[in-house]
Structures are given as structure tokens and as C-alpha cells.
């Protein structure tokens, strides 16, 4: 069994690898590297250009993983992404082409920009993790993650994810523009000449696999299990929150606590953990009254309220 000490130093090789091409942005990437861990998948929602094909591409190439980009557009069919069984005239008979969701790690890009019918063929394989092709149920390899992309201001020509797909992802986050000293980074990067090729893997699938399963023997008190239960519930009763947090979303913070707890070098999860995560597990499993539209109000800002308002668990 792989020691947490020896955990910590290859998942922080693993940062420090990916920090080569993607400058300024170590929260993020720690955030991508906690929830490949807890085994879910980020929706991440950004204006183009910030770093995010080059932050899933380094990850992949860090762990040695079979990497594949959907770009999903409305003419774009379930087949494309599950693959389909084509005839070969030379022996009479159908032979299955696996589709790009047949693989480790996916760039589901501009995920909104496809017809509902074939977000769902991509929903299947995000909570099952197998799709099912002319009646056949293939199974995906391990690991399987998937990076959703889609554009927070361009919304002609879109198709609004349903509540069922957006409970499927473990985190949604935002990069942000880098600030003036990591936009220098870039660009003296580019003269460095240090580039996506140059990346190695510094972890291995069955390492990785490894890791996986030690994420869910990280220990969580009962104190902070309930103190999870209580920030849900807070959002079910919230008088600006029309649908609250589902039982998916207790789930899911859990075992991204874990996680987050294994990368930071311990066996065991801590309030501060909830408080850090909860803002990036919840915010896109509510959905806010209408009228808080006019206020200004967001679902991050109504979680971090709900965080700041409920009483930290001390072991008694």
C-alpha cells in the first residue's frame, strides 16, 4: 500500500509538472488533480484563450493517459461521441469504431453548443462510465475524467445544460485572466521554449489507480459528516434558493474532501477542507430564486453566506 508521504510528493511532482506550461494557475490545477482523484469531472467556465485545453492536455501527458478533444457543435450526433458500427463489404459484417469518449482523459469543449440528445449520450458515460452503443454496453477505461468547457458570455446558438448533467460534475470552476507578473511568465515561456511536448509523465495509470482507492480510505469524522449534511440542508431552506443541493452533492463533497486531504499530505479530513470545496461542489447544483437576478446576487455568493453562517464542528 502506497504511504501518504509518498502520495503528497507525487501528486506534488504532478502540479510542478503541469505548472511548467500552465503559469499563475496552481489552484486550479490542484482542483483538477483532486477531482481525477475523487474519480468526477469539471465543468469549467471561462472566456476562450485562458489556458484550459493547455491545463487538461498537461494533466493527461503528467500521468501518461490516452488523451482525446470533442468539439461539440449543434450537427454534432451521439455516434460522434460514442462511436458506431460501420458494414465491411469484405467480410458481410459490422465492426464497432469507438468513438473519442473512449478514452481516459476528455476535453468536452463548448459543451452547450450541442443538441440535448447528444449531451446525454455524453451524461451516460459521466455517471455510469459506460455507453451503450447498437444495444451493447461497452465499458470505459480507468481512469475516466472529463473536462467540460463552455463560454459564460456567448450564449447564441446554446443549448442550457439540464439540472441532471450539471449534478454529474464534481466541481465547476473558473480560471480567470493571469495577472500581469504570469502574463510576463507566458510570455518569456514562449522564448523559453518549454512547450506541452516537453511534458513527461511523472505518475502512472496504475499509480494513479492506486491513489484512487486510497482517496476513499481517507478519514472522515462523524462531525464532519454532519457539518456536510448541514450546509445542505441550509441550501434547501435558503430563502434565495429555489432547488438546494441534492443527496448527489453531499456525496460529492465528501469524496472531494478526501481527496483534497490526500494531496495535502494527510490520512484525514478537516473542517477547513468542507469550507474550501463547498463553494466549487454547490454552486452549480442550486438554482436561485428569479427575482435575485435584479439583485446582483450569485450562487457563489449565497454559498460562501451559507458557509460563513454555519458553526464550525469542534471535536469534542
Not at 90 to 119: C, W, Y
Amino acid at each position: 500500500m502506497i504511504q501518504v508521504e509518498q502520495i503528497q510528493m507525487k501528486l506534488e511532482q504532478l502540479l510542478q509538472m503541469i505548472g511548467k506550461v500552465v503559469i499563475g494557475k496552481r489552484k486550479v490545477a490542484m482542483l483538477s488533480v483532486v477531482a481525477l482523484l475523487a474519480e468526477g469531472h469539471i465543468l469549467l467556465e471561462d472566456v476562450p484563450g485562458v489556458g484550459k485545453t493547455m491545463l487538461v492536455k498537461a494533466l493527461a501527458k503528467s500521468i501518461n493517459a490516452e488523451f482525446k478533444r470533442i468539439q461539440f457543435t449543434p450537427d454534432l450526433l451521439p455516434s460522434d461521441v460514442t462511436g458506431m458500427s460501420i458494414y465491411n463489404p469484405k467480410d458481410m459484417e459490422f465492426h464497432f469504431k469507438p468513438g473519442p469518449i473512449l478514452t481516459h482523459i476528455v476535453l468536452a469543449d463548448e459543451i452547450n453548443r450541442t443538441s440535448p440528445k447528444t449531451q446525454s449520450a455524453l451524461l451516460e458515460a459521466m455517471a455510469e462510465h459506460h455507453v451503450t452503443t447498437d444495444g451493447i454496453t461497452r465499458k470505459l477505461p480507468s481512469p475516466f475524467f472529463v473536462m467540460a468547457t463552455q463560454n459564460p458570455l456567448d450564449f447564441d446558438g446554446t443549448y442550457q445544460l439540464p439540472e441532471a448533467q450539471l449534478d454529474r460534475f464534481l466541481f465547476k470552476l473558473k480560471m480567470g485572466y493571469p495577472t500581469k507578473k504570469e502574463e510576463l511568465s507566458i510570455l518569456n515561456g514562449l522564448l523559453n521554449a518549454f512547450t506541452i511536448d516537453d511534458i513527461t509523465p511523472v505518475i502512472t495509470i496504475s499509480e494513479l489507480q492506486e491513489i484512487q482507492q486510497a482517496v476513499k480510505g481517507v478519514y472522515v469524522d462523524e462531525t464532519i459528516k454532519h457539518y456536510i449534511i448541514e450546509l445542505v440542508t441550509q441550501t434547501r431552506n435558503h430563502e434565495l434558493i429555489a432547488l438546494g443541493v441534492s443527496p448527489r452533492g453531499s456525496v460529492a463533497l465528501m469524496r472531494a474532501i478526501q481527496a483534497y486531504a490526500l494531496v495535502k499530505g494527510r490520512d484525514y479530513c478537516l473542517p477547513d477542507d468542507v469550507q474550501e470545496l463547498a463553494k466549487h461542489v454547490f454552486s452549480h447544483r442550486i438554482i436561485l430564486r428569479p427575482e435575485t437576478r435584479y439583485d446582483g446576487v450569485t450562487t457563489e455568493s449565497v454559498i460562501e453566506d451559507i458557509v460563513r453562517n454555519i458553526a464550525v464542528p469542534v471535536k469534542g
